[in-house]
């Protein structure tokens, strides 16, 4: 099975620009989940979404936001980019069956410059 | 949210020698996570324990699964210097009446093996 993949690997952008990161759910995963990285703050959960829904969401300000396909494949926004938001950031996917636990296989990951 | 307490933050070792790190919670969780990550890349799984008191092997490294719950720990044996990496554990929380992909990072253990 091809793991889980993102696009594009690197990415560098000036401050007030948007940006567009695209992540490849493993085949046959429908929950996607989405985390922000850097060395001060470590693993942020930014989203989740099953079935083009979003069901979770982490602490991050509205400027970050996300979709999911019908194929499971999804899409985060970042708009008005901030220097602050120069991270990896990760995109991880599992099956999350009902009610029973599934580990997240993470992809990557985006690493984004804001200059 | 809230992130699990994980030591040691760093570790510097010969390599043969053994490793342990650990994290702890306040919350319970009903799985715990290992992942390696190396620079760049994003975290791969190393285990995945969902029981407490389970301990499960993959190669040279164990796992546990702490009986209480809120803690796990892994050991890595006779440590080689593609051991080298961030270790990071995970504890996940799932609901069973609905489905939530709810999943909270240590800090990250940093181990250098000296050849």
């Known amino acids: 099975k091809a793991g889980v993949t993102q696009t594009p690997r690197y990415l560098i952008k000036t401050r007030g620009q948007q940006v567009t990161l695209s992540c490849s759910p493993i085949s046959g995963h429908r929950s996607v989940s989405w985390y922000q990285q850097t060395p001060g703050q470590g693993l942020q959960f930014l989203f989740e979404y099953f079935s083009e829904t979003q069901r979770n969401k982490g602490n991050f300000p509205g400027r970050f936001s996300g979709r999911q396909f019908s194929n499971s494949r999804s899409e985060m926004n970042v708009s008005t980019l901030e220097l602050g938001d120069s991270a990896l950031y990760l995109c991880?996917?599992?099956?999350?069956?009902?009610?029973?636990?599934?580990?997240?296989?993470f992809g990557p990951g985006t690493r984004l410059t804001v200059l | 949210g809230q992130q699990l307490n994980q030591s040691p933050q760093s570790m510097f070792i010969q390599e043969g020698e053994d490793v342990s790190m650990n994290c702890t919670s306040s919350s319970i969780f009903n799985t715990w996570l290992w992942y390696k990550q190396d620079p760049g890349e994003g975290p791969v799984l190393l285990i995945a324990l969902y029981k407490a008191g389970e301990l499960t092997s993959n190669g040279r490294l164990t796992a546990q699964f702490g009986i209480t719950r809120k803690d796990s720990f892994l050991n890595i044996s006779a440590s080689i210097p593609s051991d080298v990496g961030i270790y990071f554990c995970a504890g996940q929380i799932v609901t069973l009446w609905y489905n939530n992909n709810d999943m909270r990072f240590g800090a990250g253990t940093r181990l250098t093996v000296k050849p």
């Open positions: 991880a996917s599992s099956s999350l069956r009902q009610g029973v636990t599934d580990t997240q296989y």
